[in-house]
Antibody, heavy 112, light 112 residues
């Protein structure tokens, strides 16, 4: 059974860096791509970026300068790092397999 | 970026009645492979999104055939033949042809 689970700090201070981890089970990262998507409270969905099965990445140009996605295939983990956080980055952050399956999400609040 | 325009914003339907949601893209979603990467997702209250349909009309595993997807190029439709209580939530279309991937703003399905 495919499962994805996000983890990370619930609160981040403005201007700091957000680090999130997506731990997957039931699938191999070397044959599946994983995206990060976020959803501000009460709002719609924004695709942030993807790490492909070959390890290559693509990012949303709107946040590309602040975003980095990487992985550790031996630990079945995908990482998101985003710097210079502002209050508008407050959102639920999801990881999702491109061919279906989303994590439960992790709420991140940017506040001092 | 490709703009995905969903209509209606909300939909009130009685149990057992049909429902239809439209999604129009600002440019053709036919990729260089000839495939059209248009997905439909459902986000039930308090849950993460779940993919229902991919490649315009292919149902994900476990999705009842009450759901169907159709369309081509820039014009797509999700139909539910007979709405059930479990179908309530917000429906999103998602294009995966052009970077960045983009979502529609969502259609909230409520019970009449």
């Amino acid at each position: 059974q495919v499962q994805l689970k996000e983890s990370g700090p619930g609160l981040v201070q403005p201007s700091q860096t957000l680090s999130l981890t997506c731990t997957v089970s039931g699938l191999s990262l070397t044959s599946n791509s994983v995206s990060w998507i976020r959803q501000p409270p009460g709002k719609g969905l924004e695709w942030m970026g993807v790490i492909w099965s070959n390890g290559g990445t693509d990012y949303n140009s709107a946040i590309k300068s602040r975003l980095s996605i990487s992985r550790d295939t031996s630990k079945s983990q995908v990482f998101l790092k985003m710097n210079s956080l502002q209050t508008e980055d407050t959102a639920m952050y999801f990881c999702a397999r491109t061919s279906g399956g989303w994590g439960q999400g992790v709420m991140v609040t940017v506040s001092s | 970026d490709v703009v995905m325009t969903q209509t209606p914003v909300s939909l009130s339907v009685a149990i057992g009645q049909p429902a239809s949601i439209s999604c129009k893209s600002s440019q053709s979603l036919v990729g260089t492979s000839g495939k059209t990467y248009l997905n439909w997702l459902l986000q039930r209250p308090g849950q993460s999104p779940k993919r229902l349909i991919y490649l315009v009309s292919k149902l994900d595993s476990g999705i009842p055939d009450r759901f169907s997807g159709s369309g081509s190029e820039t014009d797509f439709t999700l139909k539910i033949s007979r709405v059930e209580a479990d179908d309530l939530g917000v429906y999103y279309c998602l294009q995966g042809t052009h970077f960045p991937y983009t979502f529609g703003a969502g259609t909230k399905l409520e019970l009449k």
